[in-house]
């Protein structure tokens, strides 16, 4: 089963910036809509980013948008969030999924699978 491998996270100060990388093991996801989700302790899984299958349109929970972003590189089977103006409720498990082929950046949340491990994030107060 494919699988996706996140890269990046660590420990930041609030107000600090982290990139995640997302690599895909196949070409056969540049095509496809991808998006980030994260999970915090005692919490339930959400999707933070999503992005369409070109890079052309993006999608942001409200909680992040102004301060991450998503983005793309099919070239290198590889999708980024870079998050700025970290917050100590940004802590959490970072994880990337596909969507669906040739998917926009609307791909419902249910659609997502390819779960990679996930990454770290940690911000200090």
């Known amino acids: 089963q494919v699988q996706l491998k996140e890269s990046g996270g660590g420990l930041v100060q609030t107000g600090g910036s982290l990139r995640l990388a997302c690599a895909a093991p196949e070409r056969t996801f540049s095509s496809w809509s991808m998006g980030w989700f994260r999970q915090a302790p005692g919490k339930e899984r959400e999707v933070v980013a999503r992005i369409n299958w070109n890079g052309a349109d993006t999608l942001y929970a409200e909680s992040v948008r102004g301060r991450f972003t998503i983005s793309r590189d099919n070239a290198k089977n590889t999708v980024y969030l870079q998050m700025n103006s970290l917050k100590p409720e940004d802590t959490a498990i970072y994880y990337c999924?596909?969507?669906?082929?040739?998917?926009?950046?609307?791909?419902?949340?249910?659609?997502?699978?390819?779960w990679g491990q996930g990454t770290q994030v940690t911000v200090s107060s």
């Open positions: 999924a596909a969507g669906r082929p040739y998917g926009s950046a609307s791909t419902p949340i249910q659609s997502f699978g390819a």
